[in-house]
């Protein structure tokens, strides 16, 4: 079928999900109402639990059971679809009605390669031989920005980066041209730089078909979407214009999103600390850590000064791969140092064992990114409170309870939870548990590894307020690792920035977010997807992924991904130098890209 311009593609009346369970029938979806148009984006936001991803799967009929679906009517391209049987939309699903989901690795079938999973639906819908299909494949991986097409078409899916698989998802999508997508959170897991190139494009192709993105962040529907539908528990609270409902939002709901939405704001979360005159508490000079690989080596972090001073917060910032997490985890002794200087309060940590090492791992504590892959789900939540206060030997049985007891105190968590499991509990809930077990012996200082980018932007704004209510309480001093700048901004009082496992700029929170010195910090700060954007502030978007740290290229690391490279940052490695407020870079061309940022004071603004 044909589809025209501005013609419905799909439309939903009165749509209802509801699943059945031995405590009755809970309903999921209650009652939603919509119509999408082709060349339109409709965003669907809401926290986890709203309903939003359910509605998505009952568009391909495939709500899990025992779920039931229920419809006055529900359409696409014009045909009743509420009672085919699954036959039927074996034809229709990947030909009229496509979908991205959130986690690309799971997406796609690991035994088998990218190229054949992606011709197999050609050859299924279209009927065309295998070779037919291997060029148009190609095709499509080109277009959606997928470099050497030929060779990803061979490769599995383990052998691309998230950015490469979320690309191929959106091309195996829109393979044979359907007049719906569907996007579920499909930016969730990904880098800022590499969302806003998916965002892009996504943009682009919804010109051709009708878009619907699933999300619990109102900056990345402010990015594309022309309206919003905002959902809380299987509900629709408001739902209109996108740039209106941001703009002016009724329901209180949608204010508390916006509220909790990545935007650069005017006024911080503290007061940026001026830097003490003592020395470091934790110092490193000259970091590298390697790892062999065959018979070369992958420089994670490479020749790396870190400082980071009591009571103070320091954001390690950069894409996937920039040697964030290799870093922190040099720091806690767990990777090797090949070259280069630890300390702690003034003792050389490069290289302990024993009662020494035991004592830094006291003092230097991490919290990981994933609060449900980093609690033991067979224990409870004493037994992992306990956990390290008992390794450490720490005080007697009535104390540890005591102690135990004041840490759910302190990340505002009740003490009746102690003996449930960490299944019982949500993602922020878990998280604030992880919090609580890395405070247990009062750490100098804490290590956050991406601590809120898995979890909804409401319950992000909590778990920050509450580390930084911590900090102030206790005086711990953060080290967090995280992609997001406007986060940076707000938080932190000094800016690391890493690329390819090298400082690239340093300096102050405020001064590298308003006037950032390197390009590639630049970078990170456009594609930061706010609300406040009205679509005029000039944009950086970074073409293709980095540069393997195996194979590094010459001069400036950058300089192939770099806007205004020239011929000497192709063949000369920039030093770092000292910036006029105080900061450092690593630039021939410092202060040459810049961003137009507007910062807000209030929510909707």
């Not at 770099?562 to 000497?568: D, E, F, H, L, W």
């Amino acid at each position: 079928m044909t589809v025209r311009s501005g013609e419905q593609v799909a439309r939903a009346d009165n749509l209802v999900i509801e699943f059945s369970g031995p405590e009755g029938t809970s309903r999921v979806v209650d009652d939603i109402s919509f119509v999408l148009r082709r060349g339109e984006t409709l965003g669907v936001v809401g926290e986890s639990g709203s309903g939003k991803t359910m509605l998505s799967l009952a568009l391909m009929a495939l709500v899990p059971r025992p779920g039931q679906v229920r419809a006055t009517r529900l359409e696409l391209l014009g045909r009743d679809v509420s009672d085919l049987d699954e036959s039927a939309w074996c034809g229709i699903r990947g030909r009229e009605i496509g979908m991205v989901f959130q986690n690309p690795m799971t997406g796609f079938n690991p035994v088998r390669t990218i190229g054949r999973q992606l011709s197999q639906s050609l050859q299924r819908h279209q009927g065309i031989a295998f070779d037919d299909a291997r060029e148009r494949v190609i095709v499509a991986l080109r277009d959606v920005g997928i470099p050497s097409p030929e060779q990803r078409f061979e490769a599995y899916p383990h052998e691309m980066s998230g950015g490469q698989l979320q690309r191929a998802m959106i091309a195996l999508a829109m393979l044979n041209h359907p007049a719906v997508l569907l996007a579920d959170e499909p930016t969730t897991a990904l880098d800022a730089t590499v969302q806003a190139q998916i965002l892009e494009l996504m943009r682009t192709r919804v010109e051709n078909c009708g878009l619907i993105l699933v999300t619990h962040d109102l900056g990345v529907a402010a990015q594309i979407c022309d309206r919003v539908m905002v959902m809380r528990h299987g509900r629709v609270v408001e739902a209109g214009d996108c740039r209106e409902v941001l703009r002016d939002p009724q329901h209180e709901y949608t204010r508390a999103l916006l509220e909790a939405a990545p935007r650069f704001r005017a006024e911080r979360l503290h007061a940026a600390r001026a830097r003490p005159h003592e020395p470091a508490l934790l110092q490193g000079r000259g970091l590298r850590v390697s790892f062999p690989v065959g018979r070369r080596e992958l420089h994670a972090v490479d020749e790396v000064d870190l400082d980071v001073w009591a009571g103070e917060t320091v954001a390690l910032v950069g894409e996937s791969g920039s040697g964030k997490s290799s870093t922190a985890l040099a720091l806690m002794g767990v990777h090797t140092l090949r070259a280069g200087r630890l300390e702690f309060a003034g003792d050389d940590v490069t290289r302990v064992s024993g009662e020494r090492q035991k004592r830094l791992r006291r003092d230097v504590q991490m919290v990981l990114q994933n609060p449900y892959g980093s609690l033991d789900p067979r224990w409870s939540v004493r037994r992992i409170l306990m956990e390290p206060l008992n390794a450490h030997g720490v005080g007697t049985r009535s104390s540890r309870e005591a102690r135990v007891r004041e840490l759910m105190r302190q990340v505002q968590l009740p003490e009746e939870a102690l003996d449930r499991l960490p299944s019982q509990f949500s993602g922020g809930q878990r998280q604030r548990i992880s919090i609580a077990r890395a405070l247990a012996l009062s750490p100098r200082v804490l290590i956050a590894d991406e601590p809120v980018s898995a979890l909804d932007v409401s319950i992000q704004a909590q778990i920050i307020r509450l580390l930084m209510d911590i900090q102030a309480e206790t005086g711990v001093a953060y080290l967090i690792i995280s992609h997001d700048l406007a986060l940076v901004h707000e938080i932190a009082d000094r800016v690391v920035v890493l690329y390819l496992g090298r400082v690239v700029e340093q300096g102050s929170a405020a001064a590298v977010i308003s006037a950032p010195q390197h390009p590639y910090t630049a970078a990170l700060i456009s594609a930061v997807p706010v609300v406040d954007d009205d679509g005029s502030r000039t944009r950086v978007v970074l073409g293709g992924d980095p540069p393997s740290a195996i194979d590094p290229p010459s001069g400036c690391p950058f300089h192939p991904r770099c806007p205004i490279a020239q011929s000497r940052c192709r063949e000369e490695r920039p030093p770092l130098r000292e910036t006029a407020a105080g900061g450092k870079v690593a630039c021939f061309y410092p202060g040459e890209v810049r961003v137009d940022l507007q910062f807000s004071r209030a929510a909707g603004q």
